[in-house]
Structure formats: structure tokens, C-alpha cells
């Protein structure tokens, strides 16, 4: 009968004031340099891109265990000048865990890019990026960098997010693929 089984492409849902808030900017060349992106990211050891559903066909299932073989959480920046290593995240990303990132790693990259203080960081909405914690840190630090106001529910703003799927799909195109979570450490580093 020619009839297609389609799942709707998930696009965050956006308000009509949050679209506004997206669309603030008018910058310059010079002031988008400024700024250092980031973001978080996991890659799964067995991933099924469910994207299409075309669930019977043998040329699009994949095979998967039980219990999954796990993954590995990422936190990656970079900024006009530099493209920072990313960092294994070994715990859940909790206000604490995220906050000895940025001390640890953001915090020094700030200072060799942007010496004079005039960067600007760019960070989500997550919870742990809006602990009151980390809100204080950046506060404490507002002489060397800014923070950036960053608009909800808006991933498609960010580059970083490309980054991570060049990487997904250089890793998934990886043969023989991953085997397991150690492996996937030395993969991502």
C-alpha cells in the first residue's frame, strides 16, 4: 500500500519569548572571537541511531547486550583561538563535579586566551551549570572572564554540539568498532 512508518525529528521546544530571547544578538566578528564555547556530551559504547524507524529490516537493526557496555561523559571548549582536549568526566556532572572543571580547566584557558579579561564563556543551562556554587565561582572570577547570558532549551546555538557529532561519527565509522569502556576512554582522550 505504500504506506511509511516515520518518527518526528525531537527539536527542543521552544516558546515564542524563548525564540526571541535566540535571536538577542547583534554582535560583530570581533565580539564572537571573544567567546569560549562548551558544553557536555556522552557517547555510548552501543549506540542505535533511532532517528528512522524502519525497525524489521535487517539492514536496520543492530544487535545490543542486555546491560549495555557503557559509555563515556565528555566535557569539551574551545574559542576562536584554541580548541581545548577534551576532559573525561569520571562521576555524574553534579554542581561540585562541574565546578572543579572550570576551576581546574576553564579557569587556566581563560588566562592564556584571554589575557586581558575580556573573554566571555559559554555555558548551557544544565542544572549543575546554575548551581549556586558554580554561579558564585563565576561571580568570584568576573575580573578575568565573563559569563554568558545563554537563552533555554537552545543547543542548535551552540558549535560545540557539531564538534560532538563529527566525533560521534568519526567513533561509530571507527572498525573494528569500540569493544568496551576502557577502550572508549583511550578512543574519545
Given at each position: 500500500m505504500g504506506l511509511c512508518n516515520r518518527r518526528p525529528t525531537r527539536v527542543p521546544l521552544l516558546t515564542k519569548h524563548?525564540?526571541?530571547?535566540?535571536?538577542?544578538?547583534?554582535?560583530?566578528?570581533?565580539?564572537?572571537?571573544?567567546?569560549?564555547?562548551?558544553?557536555?556530551?556522552?557517547?555510548l559504547i552501543h549506540h542505535v541511531d533511532d532517528r528512522v524507524s524502519e525497525q524489521l529490516?535487517?539492514?536496520?537493526?543492530?544487535?545490543?547486550?542486555?546491560?549495555?557496555?557503557?559509555?563515556?561523559?565528555?566535557?569539551?571548549?574551545?574559542?576562536?583561538?584554541?580548541?581545548r582536549p577534551a576532559v573525561v568526566v569520571k562521576q555524574t556532572m553534579k554542581a561540585a563535579n562541574y565546578l572543579n572543571i572550570i576551576a581546574d580547566q576553564l579557569h587556566p584557558y581563560m588566562a592564556l586566551v584571554f589575557p586581558t579579561g575580556n573573554g566571555i564563556f559559554q555555558q548551557n543551562n544544565a542544572p549543575c551549570h546554575k548551581a549556586w556554587i558554580v554561579l558564585e565561582w563565576f561571580e568570584e572570577h568576573t575580573d578575568e572572564?565573563?559569563?554568558m547570558s545563554w537563552p533555554p532549551n537552545s543547543p542548535d546555538l551552540n558549535?560545540?554540539?557539531?564538534?560532538?557529532?563529527?566525533?560521534?561519527?568519526?567513533?561509530?565509522?571507527?572498525?573494528?568498532?569500540?569493544?568496551?569502556?576502557?577502550?572508549?576512554?583511550?578512543?574519545?582522550a
Open positions: 524563548q525564540c526571541q530571547l535566540c535571536l538577542q544578538w547583534d554582535w560583530t566578528m570581533d565580539d564572537w572571537k571573544r567567546v569560549a564555547w562548551s558544553d557536555e556530551s556522552l557517547f529490516l535487517l539492514s536496520c537493526t543492530a544487535g545490543h547486550t542486555q546491560a549495555g557496555d557503557g559509555g563515556i561523559m565528555l566535557w569539551g571548549m574551545f574559542s576562536w583561538a584554541a580548541l572572564f565573563h559569563l558549535p560545540m554540539e557539531h564538534i560532538w557529532d563529527v566525533m560521534e561519527q568519526r567513533f561509530r565509522a571507527q572498525t573494528p568498532s569500540c569493544p568496551n569502556i576502557l577502550k572508549l576512554c583511550v578512543t574519545t
